[in-house]
């Protein structure tokens, strides 16, 4: 079965800083690959997705994410945080058949001035 | 805005009560989708459908739970003779094709069991 682990639960950033959200699935074969932010009182938003290819994805409000098999890894990554991306962020793993994700448990972003 | 709609966005019920959440997809999408999600955890999948057909519901909680699509357009989930562990946000989500497409999440309905 597939599953997904966010290690952080919480990460405090200063604005203006990285930031690295990291995110490990199991999954036998290629997995299909996804990051979702939720904003209070928002649905899940989809800031980047894999499915093959390049293993570097770009995102949209200036995120990105590598695809690592060695490392069963899908690592989400900001060169510049604003106070705008504090919430909550997911990474989800879904697999061939009926492509239902799996979500890992979510990591708390915190923005400070 | 044509995303995607769920009402009511609260409810709150006592013990015991039915009942049934609304969920209003993207229109041209055929596959929605039904999670739970509890305080501090990810979406947790319940059911979906294709078009009319609810092609999985072993992941349903428990015979309390049901859900339909009775049109393949919108969807309903209800809860019957609700429990205090049943208090979460309901999240519906759609999506255009069988592939590993993307999920457009509505904003969810959150429910109250008191």
């Known amino acids: 079965a597939q599953s997904v682990t966010q290690p952080d639960i919480h990460i405090t950033v200063s604005e203006g800083a990285s930031l690295e959200l990291r995110c490990n699935y199991s999954?036998?074969?290629?997995?299909?690959l996804f990051w979702y932010v939720q904003s209070p009182g928002q649905g899940l938003q989809l800031l980047l997705k894999?499915?093959?290819?390049?293993?570097l994805v770009q995102g949209i409000k200036g995120f990105e994410a590598e695809f690592k098999r060695s490392q069963s890894s899908f690592n989400l990554r900001k060169p510049s945080v604003h106070w705008s991306d504090a919430a909550e962020y997911f990474c989800?793993?879904?697999?061939?058949?009926?492509?239902?994700?799996?979500f890992g448990r979510g990591t708390s972003l915190i923005v400070h001035p | 805005d044509t995303g995607v709609s769920q009402n009511p966005r609260h409810k709150i019920t006592k013990r015991g009560q039915n009942v049934t959440f609304r969920c209003d997809p993207i229109?041209?999408?055929?596959?929605l989708y039904w999670y739970r999600q509890t305080l501090g955890q990810g979406p947790e999948f319940l059911t979906y459908?294709?078009?009319?057909?609810?092609?999985?519901k072993s992941r349903l909680l428990s015979d309390r739970f049901s859900a339909e699509r009775p049109k393949g357009s919108f969807s309903t989930l209800e809860i019957q003779r609700t429990e205090q562990g049943d208090s979460a946000m309901y999240l519906c989500?759609?999506?255009?094709?069988?592939?590993?497409?993307?999920?457009?999440f509505g904003p969810g309905t959150r429910l109250t069991v008191l």
């Open positions: 894999y499915f093959s290819g390049d293993t």
């Open positions: 229109s041209e999408h055929n596959r």
């Open positions: 459908f294709q078009n009319e057909a609810q092609l999985e």
């Open positions: 999954y036998g074969a290629t997995p299909y």
């Open positions: 989500a759609s999506s255009s094709s069988g592939g590993p497409d993307t999920q457009y």
């Open positions: 989800a793993v879904a697999s061939g058949g009926s492509y239902i994700p799996t």
